[in-house]
């Protein structure tokens, strides 16, 4: 008997992809904003993709998933009230995190409920976090979320898919408006902005919108083995810039030191961001 091999690629360019070879495809489903597939995978365990692009994989959600929390929860002043938003972040492992970080009130504003159904199914440990007090899950538009809420945070986070379809109003100038005053007075502001190499214009709208709402903008990068050309950006926004940091416990990924080496930035980085500002 001739056995069949079944692969998942992600297209990079023309010219590259990244391919996972799949024992099973588990899960398939076509939502009024987008394609959900789940995968089981050898290397990476259950690998979830949103319109053809890696969102997680159970190995390496992990390196993420801390590093969109706790690298701006470290720059929080000790007397934080402890309020975050997260606008995307379905999984919920963005907010897991928070919760294990000491975070006690979390609003989740995920536009596509299919996102959530998925992960409490396949990723019950990072999406146990909906069931959370602590935690309150709206569906709806992040966008139009930024635009209309009173409340005030510490942090916000933006756990996006990439700048098209829904998400491309998420890099807007317009939408970091909104967010900004949706901030405490030390407040910090996150998003994920793309890989470098592979997506510069994510990055650059990214720096150069936030450059225009934010008196401080500051980048950092990560090792995501299984993102474009495994090297991942995320861009941070304050008012006044970064405080004096807060200590925060070690994770997989994160520590005092990565903490420390993550704004220092490769010089074609460097490069691009100079080209913005
Ligand atoms: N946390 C994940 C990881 O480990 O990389 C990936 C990102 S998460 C699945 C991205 C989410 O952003 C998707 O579930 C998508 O539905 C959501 N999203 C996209 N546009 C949105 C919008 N305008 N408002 C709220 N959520 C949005």
């Not at 919920?92 to 996102?115: C, M, P, S």
């Not at 995501?224 to 807060?246: N, Q």
Request: hydrophobic share 40%; proline share 4%.
């Amino acid at each position: 008997m001739k056995l069949i091999e079944n692969w998942f690629s992600e297209r990079y360019s023309d010219n590259l992809e990244l391919s996972f070879r799949i024992k099973d495809l588990l899960l398939s489903v076509k939502t009024d904003y987008q394609r959900i597939d789940v995968f089981d995978t050898y290397d990476f365990g259950t690998l979830l993709t949103i319109d053809g692009t890696v969102q997680m994989t159970q190995f390496d959600e992990y390196v993420y998933h801390e590093m969109i929390t706790m690298v701006p929860a470290s720059f929080l002043n000790e007397n934080y009230s402890g309020k975050a938003l997260i606008i995307g972040g379905g999984d919920g492992g963005a907010a897991r995190r928070l919760l294990d970080v000491g975070f006690k009130q979390i609003v989740n504003v995920e536009i596509d409920n299919h996102v959530v159904e998925v992960s409490k199914r396949f990723y019950p440990d990072l999406a146990s976090s909906f069931s959370d007090p602590r935690v309150k899950l709206i569906i709806g538009d992040g966008i139009e979320y930024a635009r209309t809420t009173s409340e005030k945070f510490d942090i916000v986070i933006i756990d996006s898919t990439d700048p098209e379809g829904p998400a491309e109003g998420l890099f807007s100038e317009e939408f970091y408006a909104n967010v900004e005053k949706l901030l405490t007075d030390d407040g910090v502001m996150v998003t994920q902005s793309g890989s470098p190499y592979y997506q510069p214009h994510a990055l650059k709208m990214a720096v150069s919108g936030m450059g225009k709402v934010f008196g401080s903008v500051r980048t950092y990068v990560a090792f995501i083995p299984t993102y474009p050309s495994g090297f991942w950006s995320f861009t941070m926004g304050s008012r006044k810039g970064l405080g004096k940091v807060r200590e925060l416990p070690t994770g997989r990924y994160f520590n005092s030191e990565v903490l420390e080496g993550c704004m220092k930035l490769p010089e074609f980085v460097k490069k691009l961001i100079n080209e913005i500002t």
